[in-house]
């Protein structure tokens, strides 16, 4: 493969990582009571954000960089327990009180974090060192995915949510819960799948017919676990 081909794989790559992080945004949005007038907002800032770190591609020094980068776990960490402390606070003040809690803890999942920050910059800083377009016209084009993305996957996920009655602030605590702990998780994954990978480990047949047949059985047991509890709510 060339070089070519390469960098264009890597820049397709580094591009989906933007639209993934416009997803999640998007999922918080989409699952809380805004107005659209709001998520617009909400995109706009991130929008505003790419511009601003893509600008500051090559004028921070690389010391600063450096120590951004190096607080990553920290911050990382600090936006995981907060996710899953107002996740459970989030649904717990549903459930047990009727406290419609999702117009202010959904910030955690929506709001440009640290986290998020330094991966837009990483993504500008990256588009930069593979393309020859000027930094303003990455911030551009960075910040249209996400502003797009943003817009996108909140009406989505909202209309999803609204057929499928489960757009509550229930529903917004299990999603926060779930990405703290995915990243609580992901700085001890990772490292340790990065490291296994220079392992050598002997080669074996994967059977995939059965390993389809093992997660269509699992997601058909999911499914039909979902719809009994929603069968007994409905009764209750």
């Not at 440009?112 to 588009?127: E, N, Y």
């Not at 490292?191 to 269509?216: N, R, T």
Request: proline share 3%.
């Amino acid at each position: 493969m060339e070089i070519a081909e390469i960098s264009a794989l890597i820049t397709v790559g580094v591009l989906i990582g933007v639209a993934i992080l416009a997803l999640k945004t998007g999922l918080g949005c989409g699952l809380t009571n805004l107005k659209r007038r709001e998520i617009v907002y909400i995109a706009f800032i991130y929008f505003s954000a790419s511009i601003i770190l893509s600008c500051l591609v090559g004028v921070l020094a690389l010391d600063i960089t450096q120590n951004i980068l190096a607080t990553g776990v920290t911050m990382h960490l600090i936006i995981a327990s907060g996710l899953v402390y107002f996740g459970i606070k989030t649904k717990k003040e549903w459930l047990s009180r009727g406290n419609d809690l999702s117009r202010k803890t959904f910030l955690w999942l929506s709001i440009p974090c640290p986290v998020c920050l330094t991966a837009t910059f990483l993504s500008c800083s990256m588009l930069s060192q593979l393309t020859e377009i000027s930094n303003l016209w990455i911030g551009t084009i960075v910040g249209l995915i996400f502003f797009i993305g943003i817009c996108f996957f909140s009406s989505l996920f909202s209309s999803i949510a609204g057929a499928f009655k489960i757009k509550t602030p229930s529903t917004l605590g299990t999603v926060m819960l779930l990405f703290g702990l995915f990243y609580l998780l992901s700085p001890l994954i990772i490292p340790a799948y990065i490291q296994a990978q220079s392992i050598p480990v002997p080669e074996f047949s994967i059977d995939y017919q059965k390993v389809f047949l093992s997660f269509l059985i699992m997601t058909l047991l999911i499914g039909l676990g979902f719809l009994m509890d929603k069968y007994k709510k409905r009764k209750g």
